[in-house]
């Protein structure tokens, strides 16, 4: 989930349905490489790689 503070665009400390789809929509061009208005699994694979503070993948020795 995205910060409230990157959501909520006008600083009223509320979000709005349309602050939230905005922001959203914003994850999603992000995510659709190809542009085709689709996500498929390859693209979304990649989610976890922009994630900041995710854990790493698989287990490292």
């Not at 602050?19 to 995510?31: D, K, M, N, P, V």
């Not at 498929?40 to 989610?47: K, Y």
Request: aromatic content about 10%.
């Amino acid at each position: 989930m995205p910060s409230p503070f990157e959501v909520d665009r006008d600083g009223d400390n509320a979000i709005t349905l349309a602050e939230l789809q905005a922001r959203f929509a914003q994850f999603f061009l992000r995510f659709d490489r190809n542009r085709d208005g689709v996500l498929v699994r390859e693209e979304l694979l990649t989610i976890r790689s922009f994630a900041p503070n995710a854990p790493p993948r698989g287990k490292r020795r």
